[in-house]
């Protein structure tokens, strides 16, 4: 009896979440031009992700799509089994699937704050959770944040700050800590207890930590796979979510993501980091 191993292809993967339009589209855009192997569009709407597909076609580039929606969890698990079963792994993981609430909204801020933090932190931590096990030797993974990330961190309290900036902060403290701001945001105590008034900010400060301890564990618990992850701020951008104001295009915004994602084999670094404009940033 033959192994069905045999149909899972060679061919190197790389898988962009949110990415029918704006930065994720234009991260799959220069992933095409620059990466060996197949690149995937994911998005929850499969019209819309099979429109960015044509568009990148009519540009003379190849991509493939992949419904695949970050806070449904089955939609998640799916995923992952596809491209454990199609490619045996994945070689590039770029985490962009986010939200945020423009100034105007008026969306209750305790709204806010749950929606943003089951978006940008709990659903992407579900991806990481589910799809880090998949990561081939010499993977990269790239968690799309921003530069609010280390703008709200200095906004904190310093027992908070001390927290967030520790080499010891477990995955496990780190969710019960963006819960606790989600739940103290509800009886408006979460200025009291040392957060600062941006869900935006918080879930990606959130993000950066969570880049941050998921390196260390790669670290230790496969020294020898050379997988670098780190997080990133692509910039102020042109997109639907940041506006028109914005001095950076998408593709402009999609630099730094894919320098992380195509990182030379046998580099050891950047891993772990908070990168912007190509250069590591302090946290």
């Not at 909204?105 to 940008?120: G, K, Y």
């Not at 701001?181 to 900010?201: I, L, N, R």
Request: aromatic fraction near 8%.
């Amino acid at each position: 009896m033959t192994s069905c191993s045999c149909l899972i292809t060679m061919t190197k993967v790389a898988v962009v979440t949110g990415s029918n339009k704006g930065i994720g589209l234009s991260i799959v855009r220069a992933l095409c031009k620059q990466f060996e192997g197949d690149v995937y569009v994911t998005a929850r709407d499969k019209t819309r992700g099979e429109e960015a597909v044509k568009t990148l076609a009519s540009e003379g580039l190849k991509s493939k799509f992949h419904q695949l929606d970050i806070n449904d969890i089955n939609s998640i698990i799916k995923a992952a089994a596809f491209f454990k079963d199609t490619y045996g792994g994945v070689d590039v993981l770029v985490n962009n699937a986010g939200i945020a609430f423009k100034e105007a909204d008026t969306t209750p801020f305790p709204v806010q704050a749950e929606v943003t933090l089951q978006t940008n932190f709990f659903a992407t931590r579900d991806m990481l959770t589910h799809f880090m096990p998949l990561m081939k030797p010499g993977g990269r993974v790239v968690n799309i944040s921003s530069f609010m990330a280390s703008r709200t961190l200095n906004q904190c309290s310093k027992e908070l700050q001390a927290r967030f900036r520790s080499e010891d902060i477990t995955e496990d403290e780190l969710v019960e800590l963006m819960k606790r701001f989600v739940e103290k945001t509800k009886s408006d105590q979460h200025k009291e207890d040392g957060w600062p008034q941006t869900a935006y900010g918080v879930s990606k400060t959130g993000l950066t930590v969570l880049s941050m301890i998921l390196a260390r564990r790669l670290s230790k618990e496969r020294p020898q796979d050379n997988i670098l992850l780190n997080a990133c701020c692509p910039g102020w951008v042109r997109t639907d979510m940041a506006g028109d104001k914005a001095p950076k295009s998408p593709d402009e915004g999609a630099i730094t993501p894919v320098y992380l994602a195509l990182l030379p084999p046998g580099a050891t670094e950047p891993h772990g980091r908070f990168v912007s404009d190509k250069e590591v940033q302090k946290w």
